[in-house]
């Protein structure tokens, strides 16, 4: 098993930056590839960001890409998403996942998640 917990959501304007940490604990965080998805009001959960074991590879969707950035600290059993140039459009629930395969853009491919935490871009 795999405990992750959220946080740094919080309410910031468009334009502002914010950083989200994903604390794992259980089971070898470095046998894991991690992910983030985020899911606004009405809508379905999405891919936002995700990192191999080592940290050496990186994937982002085309809608954060160039303004959001994925990274890990194995020593601290830590995955982060730093957020910048945020908009409106970012408001949503993130969460983080641990996948024990290759890192992935689908939900399916995760096997565990976090609860989430609420970024909130105002205009």
């Known amino acids: 098993q795999v405990q992750l917990v959220e946080s740094g959501g919080g309410l910031v304007q468009a334009g502002d930056s914010l950083r989200l940490s994903c604390a794992a604990s259980?089971?070898?965080?470095?046998?894991?590839?991690m992910g983030w998805f985020r899911q606004a009001p009405g809508k379905e959960r999405e891919f936002v960001a995700a990192?191999?074991?080592?940290?050496?590879?990186?994937y982002y969707a085309d809608s954060v890409k160039g303004r959001f950035t994925i990274s890990r600290d194995n020593a601290k059993n830590t995955v982060y998403l730093q957020m910048n140039s945020l908009k409106p459009e970012d408001t949503a629930v993130y969460y983080c996942?641990?996948?024990?395969?290759?890192?992935?853009?689908?939900?399916?491919?995760?096997?565990?998640w976090g609860q989430g935490t609420q970024v909130t871009v105002s205009s």
């Open positions: 996942a641990a996948d024990l395969s290759a890192p992935s853009d689908l939900e399916r491919g995760y096997d565990y």
């Open positions: 990192i191999g074991w080592g940290g050496g590879s990186t």
């Open positions: 259980g089971r070898t965080f470095s046998s894991y590839a």
